[in-house]
């Protein structure tokens, strides 16, 4: 059984005032989530501003975080892409470095049907047998949902192991719980509704807020898990504003400019992404003072 942990960070990656890649602080940064709570990490997905970064820099990123939380977490390398043939060279690339995952999206814009978006993944899959693979339903951003009978006939593939799912449709995930085995795990994809998806049997969260608070995400789910729903309700009360902040604009900036308050100097989004309005910054910090993050 494979397993990715509780609490997954989607991390940024940081860049230099120039729009380089700034490897150093992604070093440092991928230690210290994992000091604070993270089991494992996402490199280069849409946190991660994958949609503009290079195979080369996303390469790079990939070995530099590996080598930073070696033996304390896992590494799980955004590798999707709507073209299949990219995304198996770049899965393919990646199985090669020993990571511990790779995170697969629902190919974007071209919209295939369901038998389609099955017999990519299935390609993946068959590509790289010995990588665990995370599957990614994000239908805001791709235009097209991952149906829960797709996801079934994919659980069935040895090492598609688990599903980031951020349809934000309860009933959706309840259906996917009730079709795949209890092996298979599923991960929320929205941070504010990762305790409602605990309590239809997901397994935890792929997370934005976890480099802020993956300590107190830790301890909300853990808390469910033992029994202790009130306890759990109130933490995801009182990091609710944080988790609707940190999406007032497109995710990552928000996040980008928390960590850039925190003294974390993560620098700007590429472009097309650009710096959000004077209403959005006072407002995240606002949030991050009330919780004490800054």
């Known amino acids: 059984m494979v397993s990715f942990g509780r609490v997954i960070t989607a991390m940024v990656t940081p860049f230099h005032e120039d729009g380089s890649v700034n ?15 993270t089991d494992a990490v ?13 195979w080369d820099e996303e390469h790079e990123l990939f070995q530099v975080v590996q080598k930073a939380v070696f033996g304390k977490a896992k590494v799980i390398a955004g590798t999707g892409s709507n073209c299949t043939q990219e995304a198996i060279h770049a899965t393919q690339k990646a199985s090669k470095l020993g990571l511990d995952g790779s995170l697969q999206v629902v190919p974007y814009y071209n919209k295939p049907p369901q038998e389609g978006l099955y017999r990519h993944f299935q390609a993946i899959a068959q590509s790289s047998p010995d990588l665990p693979i995370m599957l990614y339903n994000i239908p805001g951003r791709t235009g097209q949902n991952l ?3 797709t996801v079934a ?4 593939i040895p090492n598609i192991v688990a599903i980031k799912e951020a349809s934000g449709n309860l009933e959706q995930v309840s259906q996917v719980r009730r079709l795949t085995p209890s092996e298979f795990k599923i991960y929320s994809g929205d941070d504010s509704l990762t305790l ?57 900036i928000p996040v980008k400019i928390a960590l850039n308050l925190q003294g974390w100097n993560v620098g700007s989004t590429r472009l097309p992404l650009y710096d959000p309005s004077v209403e959005v910054t006072n407002t995240l910090k606002d949030v991050l003072s009330q919780l004490n993050l800054i």
């Open 23 to 37: 490897y150093t602080v992604a070093e440092q940064l991928a230690a210290h989530l994992v000091e604070q709570g």
């Open 42 to 54: 996402v490199v280069c997905g849409t946190t991660g501003e994958s949609p503009t970064l290079t």
């Open 147 to 149: 149906l829960p009978e």
């Open 153 to 156: 006939r994919l659980a069935e």
């Open 196 to 252: 409602p998806m605990l309590a239809v049997g997901s397994s935890g969260v792929v997370s934005v807020a976890s480099h802020l608070v993956g300590r107190q995400l830790q301890e909300m789910i853990q808390a469910f898990e033992a029994g202790q729903v009130q306890v759990a309700t109130e933490i995801h009360i009182r990091l609710f504003g944080l988790f609707k902040a940190l999406f007032l604009t497109a995710n990552p």
